[in-house]
Structure formats: C-alpha cells, structure tokens
C-alpha cells in the first residue's frame, strides 16, 4: 500500500493544463520502458526495486553484520551520488544525535566529500582511539576528493591494525570490472560489490552504493526496497490522469514555462536535512544543462523561516515550493500550562507539538500562495523504511520524466568535466598541461 499523496490544490496549475501532457509523457514512458536494458541508456534504476543481485544483496547484509560486530565507526569515503543517497536515508531514519553517543550500530562518518585539511583532521582524531571500518565508493577510482581520503586513511588503518587485518576492514564500492579503484581492490582482496554500469551516481542509491552503509546503520534495507517497488507499482501506468508521478514533473515543466525557475524543497522534519541535499543532485545534475533547468534549493522549516522566509514571501516572484508533509509521528510533547505565563505561550496548553508543528506548515503554505510562491504537498503517512525507499523512487522517476520534458538528457553530467580539467592543470596533473 502506498504511503505517499501527492496535493496540487496550491500549485496554480490546473489538472486540464496537465492532462495536455498525456501523449508526450506516454511517448517518454515508452522510450523508457524500451531502452530500460539498454546499459548506455543509464535506465537501471528503473527496475532496481524488482531487478536487483539476491546474491549481492545477502553479501551486502552479512558486510554489514559484519562491521557492526567489529567496528564502533563507519567511515564512507565518496562524494556526490557516492554518499548523499546514504546519508539522506540514514539522518532521516537514525536518531538525531546518533553520532553523539555510543549506541547499538556504528555511527556513520563521512570523508572524501570536501578536501578541507580541517575536516580531515578532525576526522581523524574522532576515529583515532576508536574501532573503525571504511567503505570506499568510486567508480573509477581517480575522483580526486575520495581519491586523497582514502589514501590517509587506509594508511590510517593499516598503522592501526597491521596490514592483514586492515584489508578485511577495507569494503570497496566500485566498477564490476574496470577502473583504477577496481584494480587495487583484486590486488589487495578487499570485498567488493558492485556499481552496476547502467546506474548512474545520482540514481544509486538503492545498490550497493547506499544500500552497505545504510545496513551498517542498522537501517532494514528490505523494507527499503519494499517501499521502492511499491512506488515502482504504482507509477507503471504511463497515463497521466492517474500517475502522480508524471503529474509532478508535469506540473514543474509549466511552472517554468511560467518564469518560475527556482524550486524549493520545504520539510518540517530536520532528519529530512540531507534528503533535501540528495534531491538538490538529483534534480540540478539531472536538468542543469544547455542553459536549461530548474535550479533546485532547500529549506529546513520552521528553522529557515527566520532566515530566508522573507525572500520567500516577498522577494523575486521566480519560485514554487515543493513541501514534505510527514503525517503521523511516533514521537510526541504534550505542551503544559505555566503559572506564570510570561512568554505567552499558555493558549497552547494541551496541543501536542507535531499539532504545532502541522499548523506552522499550514499557515505558511496559505501566506506563501498568497504572496505567489505556488505549493506543491508530497504527504507522507510517516517516516520509516518503506516510505522513504518509496519517496526516492518517485522522485527518481519525477526527475527522469521532468528533463525529459524539458529537452536534456537527465542521465549525463558534460559540464562537471569542466572545473575538472582546470582544478587539474593548476595541480599540475600529467597531461593536462593545455586543457584550459
């Protein structure tokens, strides 16, 4: 059963104007399904809920078992599509002060993200005293930020543990069987799994990209993928009129044809911060090109309508907002009366915060329509395993549809080889003495 309803009764955009879209969409879906087996057609992730390794997938949870038994830290090294998927599930369904305290799993770390020498240090005086592991995810082995970091810290490990030990520490992530990162891990046996070459970064992380660290969290990633089918059932239908899937990337397509193009991803739930981040990706390498796309932001509510909340209700009428609604929550505070009442707040004596909560949203949703801010609400019934895995899968999908739509091909990525070839001249890197 889905989790997930989707509410255009904000967006401005009427259904008939939507419908219009049925005979493109319909012709996209169908390109889609066609060249779903095709490898250089990124389309992988179509079927990834259904169409995945069993036998990687039980090696994945053993992994997984296994770092929980022998390691207090996890660091995963990767950048971009390598690590945000991960993280975007395991903040939004860990406790929020996880990596604070000693708990049943490991706490999950990142490196490889920035090539901040600060970071890295203080990195390594965190893992220095403690039982650690690393997950290294690379395609090809030569991105240059999880490149440096793992060249410190498996050195790190190896001091630590003595050469042997370190390699059965060691879980690399990374071409089935090219690449640089691919080599090394054969010639040094470190367990391996598998980058499937017909999912990109950004769309991974329902493999073995986000599925080992996820594990390791203690996350049920069978219920994750559960939650993925159940989406990918549900937006088989390639008729609009009953696919809210291909609705929203309708919806977003005519609201830039309507000068709006900026959208802003909204949660109440600040476990939902990095989930935003993955979805900022997603969207903004997938449609960012040939002077194209919608440029993805996010906030965190209420906390960022103290901060951008005015340029929201009053600024540069260029944006909508697309809102997270989670429904139910399994945690709750009763507010109480004060005798005193000096901060005013006694009129909400009884009310449970998440009520609040829910009526801040509501309040915002209407003041912004208002101001010409068009809503899109995805609400979810709640936040666990199942709806997420399912809210990745629709977005996965809205994105595919939406470039599509819009002209580009939302697989590829030209325009990040760019900074690439001027970061290397300037280093000096072999090869790269004229490219700029």
């Not at 990124?42 to 994945?60: R, S």
């Not at 193009?261 to 979805?279: C, G, R, S, V």
Request: proline residues 3%; aromatic residues 10%; negative net charge.
């Amino acid at each position: 059963m889905s989790n997930i309803k989707v509410d255009f009764s904000y967006a401005g955009v009427p259904i008939t104007e939507v419908l219009k879209y049925n005979e493109k969409v319909n012709k996209i879906h169908e390109e889609f399904q066609k060249n779903k087996d095709d490898e250089k057609e990124f389309l992988g992730w179509l079927e990834l809920p259904t169409n995945y390794d069993k036998e990687e997938f039980q090696k994945i949870k053993e992994a997984a078992k296994r770092i929980q038994e022998n390691s207090e830290v996890l660091v995963v090294i990767g950048i971009g599509g390598s690590y945000l998927g991960a993280r975007a599930v395991i903040e939004a369904l860990s406790d929020t002060f996880t990596n604070y305290k000693k708990g049943k799993f490991p706490r999950i770390i990142y490196a490889g993200n920035n090539m901040s020498p600060r970071y890295i240090n203080n990195l390594i005086d965190f893992i220095s005293d403690k039982e650690f592991s690393i997950n290294v995810i690379s395609k090809s082995g030569t991105t240059t930020e999880p490149g440096i970091a793992f060249r410190i810290l498996r050195e790190l490990l190896e001091n630590k543990y003595g050469i042997d030990e370190a390699k059965s520490r060691i879980y690399v992530t990374t071409d089935k069987e090219k690449g640089a990162l691919k080599t090394l891990a054969t010639e040094e046996d470190y367990e391996t799994f598998v980058i499937p070459d017909n999912v990109g970064g950004r769309y991974s992380v329902l493999t073995a990209v986000g599925l080992l660290p996820i594990a390791t969290a203690g996350i049920d990633i069978e219920k994750l993928m559960l939650g993925a089918k159940t989406a990918q059932d549900k937006y088989s239908d390639s008729n609009i009129k009953y696919n809210e899937c291909y609705q929203y990337a309708v919806t977003r397509n005519l609201l830039y044809l309507d000068d709006k193009d900026i959208e802003i991803l909204a949660n109440y739930e600040p476990k939902m911060h990095y989930f935003t981040e993955w979805w900022k990706q997603l969207y903004g390498e997938s449609e960012g090109k040939e002077l194209k796309g919608i440029f993805p932001a996010g906030v965190d509510l209420t906390t960022d309508l103290h901060s951008m909340g005015q340029y929201i209700q009053e600024g540069r009428r260029n944006l909508f907002e697309t809102v997270i609604n989670i429904e139910e929550t399994e945690e709750n505070i009763i507010m109480k009366a004060d005798e005193d009442n000096l901060d005013g707040l006694n009129y909400l004596e009884g009310k449970d915060l998440d009520y609040i909560n829910k009526k801040a949203m509501e309040g915002t949703v209407m003041a912004h329509t208002k101001g010409g801010v068009p809503n899109i609400l995805i609400n979810m019934k709640k936040l666990d395993e199942e709806t997420i895995g399912e809210l990745i899968y629709f977005f996965e999908l809205s994105c595919a549809m939406s470039g599509k739509i819009l002209g580009v091909n939302p697989f590829n990525q030209p325009g990040v080889e760019e900074y690439k070839k001027n970061m290397f001249k300037l280093l000096g890197k072999p090869g790269y003495e004229n490219k700029i």
